[in-house]
């Protein structure tokens, strides 16, 4: 059995860095009055998903890991809504790789907040 070391071993975390780095590279093509508005929106919600995770890992308690895990979630949807407004706008040609990653990521958070979920239950069942 391997043991978790940080947040660095997380599968979750390292799919959310390489997708904000994705991110990133998608807003880079929108026109340059969206800086403030759509690429900021969409790159501190990438930043949050991977933050949120890492941040999360380090607390020593299994409620607060939850917690940051189900702000990384927020954004997840946040992200979606964000792309799916930059491609009505027509902004992007086309977001059904972005939606892959992100539905991955959802799953991802989900059974993990499920297994940490455990985790806290039975620390409760236990002491």
Same mark, same amino acid.
């Given at each position: 059995?391997?043991?978790?070391?940080?947040?660095?071993?997380?599968?979750?975390?390292?799919?959310?860095?390489?997708?904000?780095?994705?991110?990133?590279?998608?807003?880079?093509? $929108?026109?340059?009055?969206?800086?403030?508005?759509?690429?900021?929106?969409?790159?501190?919600?990438?930043?949050?998903?991977?933050?949120?995770?890492?941040?999360?890992?380090?607390?020593?308690?299994?409620?607060?890991?939850?917690?940051?895990?189900?702000?990384?979630?927020?954004?997840?949807?946040?992200?979606?809504?964000?792309?799916?407004?930059? $491609?009505?706008?027509?902004?992007?040609?086309?977001?059904?790789?972005?939606?892959?990653?992100?539905?991955?990521?959802?799953?991802?958070?989900?059974?993990?907040?499920?297994?940490?979920?455990?985790?806290?239950?039975?620390?409760?069942?236990?002491?």
């Amino acid at each position: 059995m391997t043991v978790l070391k940080t947040h660095r071993d997380l599968d979750v975390w390292k799919l959310s860095m390489d997708f904000v780095i994705q991110i990133y590279m998608v807003t880079g093509t $929108f026109p340059s009055h969206e800086k403030f508005g759509l690429v900021a929106q969409l790159r501190r919600a990438g930043v949050s998903i991977c933050s949120n995770i890492a941040e999360g890992a380090a607390r020593h308690y299994p409620k607060e890991y939850v917690q940051f895990l189900y702000i990384a979630l927020g954004s997840v949807s946040e992200i979606e809504t964000q792309l799916e407004i930059a $491609f009505r706008l027509g902004y992007l040609h086309s977001i059904d790789t972005e939606k892959e990653v992100l539905n991955r990521l959802r799953r991802m958070l989900v059974c993990l907040i499920r297994a940490v979920g455990m985790k806290l239950n039975k620390g409760i069942l236990d002491g």
